[in-house]
T-cell receptor, first 117, second 113 residues
Framework: GAGVSQSPSNKVTEKGKDVELRCDPI?????LYWYRQSLGQGLEFLIY????????KSGLPSDRFSAERTGGSVSTLTIQRTQQEDSAVYLC???????????????FGEGSRLTVL | QKEVEQNSGPLSVPEGAIASLNCTYS??????FFWYRQYSGKSPELIMF????GDKEDGRFTAQLNKASQYVSLLIRDSQPSDSATYLC?????????????FGSGTQLTVLP
């Protein structure tokens, strides 16, 4: 596709349930990022995948959060045993890092809005 | 102390005025700095990046960087109502992965007609 695609766009779940959020990055982009944004807040970094390197998981808030990226393309963010404080918009972004001169341009998807009741 | 700090605002300026948005960062080794704009209900988009001390101009936007003071700002000249948005400062921290951005909490700007 032309842009970063995320699904579902909206997810309402009950506390304690597991959820999976999907991201399909721009074709050819080697870097993929997950951020989350709570209401009225900035972007909180979660995890970063770069090519075949080990992901930077330093932003994951707890061991209930995990993410994988299969075949260097599609990524899934999984939240186990969801809590109300997990409610946020989860944004995926991709970037082309082949250029030596990096402009820092992350292309964001429209986000997945998660509501935990 | 947050790694990237911005005044949350809201900041209101009249149409045609200069809007000044400020950002400070804690990691003195950081080398690259970015300004993203986020319209309400939309995803962020890059508007400026700056790597060197001094000013960088792009149309009505000017990014200013002072590494000694660990300060980066964004000036919007001749502000228009369409500039009303949240502006996010982002830094590629030296303590982070290469090409991973840490964002501030954003400054909400309203340009009044």
């Amino acid at each position: 596709g032309a842009g970063v695609s995320q699904s579902p766009s909206n997810k309402v779940t009950e506390k304690g349930k597991d959820v999976e959020l999907r991201c399909d990055p721009i074709s050819g982009h080697t870097a993929l990022y997950w951020y989350r944004q709570s209401l009225g807040q900035g972007l909180e970094f979660l995890i970063y995948f770069q090519g075949n390197s080990a992901p930077d998981k330093s932003g994951l808030p707890s061991d209930r959060f995990s993410a994988e990226r299969t075949g260097g393309s599609v990524s899934t963010l999984t939240i186990q045993r969801t809590q109300q404080e997990d409610s946020a918009v989860y944004l995926c972004a991709s970037s082309s890092t082949r250029d030596t001169y990096w402009t820092g341009e992350l292309f964001f998807g429209e986000g997945s809005r998660l509501t935990v009741l | 102390q947050k790694e990237v700090e911005q005044n949350s605002g809201p900041l209101s300026v009249p149409e045609g005025a200069i809007a000044s948005l400020n950002c400070t960062y804690s990691d003195r080794g950081s080398q690259s700095f970015f300004w993203y704009r986020q319209y309400s209900g939309k995803s962020p988009e890059l508007i400026m990046f700056i790597y060197s001390n001094g000013d960088k101009e792009d149309g009505r936007f000017t990014a200013q960087l002072n590494k000694a003071s660990q300060y980066v700002s964004l000036l919007i000249r001749d502000s228009q109502p369409s500039d009303s948005a949240t502006y996010l400062c982002a830094v590629n921290l030296s303590s982070g992965s290469a090409r991973q951005l840490t964002f501030g909490s954003g400054t909400q700007l309203t340009v009044l007609p």
